[in-house]
């Protein structure tokens, strides 16, 4: 099931420059995009998300843009700091509501450098 | 938004015995999910679980596992009879409270580690 995928096994970069995790899916019915944090020995946790209707979306130092045409999403960190190192998922869902499965991708592994 | 809480954080069982993982939601929650995580892989969807029914499986979750909150309070996982693939760390989740979005929010998991 490759239905969401994150190339990028891992990613360094330095305190206060700017990350960014790329994601790529291939289902055309997700309609909701999301990206969960995950700190090890604990579950995932939300950060962002955006609905296929959206190419932008910002919260604080996260943006999660939306390529529908390209199916491809990224979230950009600015700036970045060194509590932001933990494994990022990006996660695709067919319905906007609740009772959708979530499809993750396989993580990337940010490490943020002081 | 408050998250949700699991039991045990480990539990460690022989091959071929029934497991129950425990979580303790919050009120006011319809929405329940099941997902699980081998080591080194994808977070994959288990189950979802709306007003006391299955609401979707995947095709992980076969005749060995079984959900249900018996008490009305406490979610359940059960897997009747475990293998030594089952180990993995196990998650449940609530719906978002927020306009009844797809957001899932975790507990922080139980290990099973079956030997």
């Known amino acids: 099931d490759q239905q969401v995928k994150q190339n990028s096994p891992s990613l360094s970069v330095q305190e206060g420059r700017i990350s960014i995790l790329n994601c790529d899916y291939t289902n055309s019915m997700f309609d909701y995009f999301l990206w969960y944090k995950k700190y090890p020995a604990e579950g995932p946790t939300f950060l962002i998300s955006i609905s296929s209707i959206k190419d932008k979306n910002e919260d604080g130092r996260f943006t999660v843009f939306l390529n529908k045409s390209a199916k491809h999403l990224s979230l950009h960190i600015v700036p970045s700091q060194p509590g932001d190192s933990a494994v990022y998922f990006c996660?695709?869902?067919?319905?906007?509501?609740?009772?959708?499965?979530?499809?993750f991708g396989e993580g990337t592994q940010l490490t943020v450098n002081p | 938004e408050p998250e949700v809480t699991q039991t045990p954080s480990h539990q460690v069982t022989q091959m071929g015995q029934e497991v129950i993982l425990r979580c303790v939601p919050i009120?006011?929650?319809?929405?329940f999910y099941w997902y699980r995580q081998i080591l080194g892989q994808k977070v994959e969807f288990l189950v979802s679980?709306?007003?006391?029914?299955?609401?979707?499986k995947s095709e992980i979750f076969d005749d060995q596992f079984s959900v249900e909150r018996p008490d009305g309070s406490n979610f359940t996982l059960k897997i009747r009879s475990t293998k030594l693939e089952d180990s993995a760390m196990y998650f449940c989740a609530r719906e978002s409270l927020r306009f009844r979005l797809a957001e899932a929010f975790f507990g922080q998991g139980t290990r099973l580690t079956v030997v």
């Open positions: 009120s006011n929650h319809l929405y």
């Open positions: 679980f709306y007003n006391n029914e299955i609401s979707e």
């Open positions: 996660a695709a869902s067919i319905k906007l509501t609740s009772g959708s499965r979530l499809t």
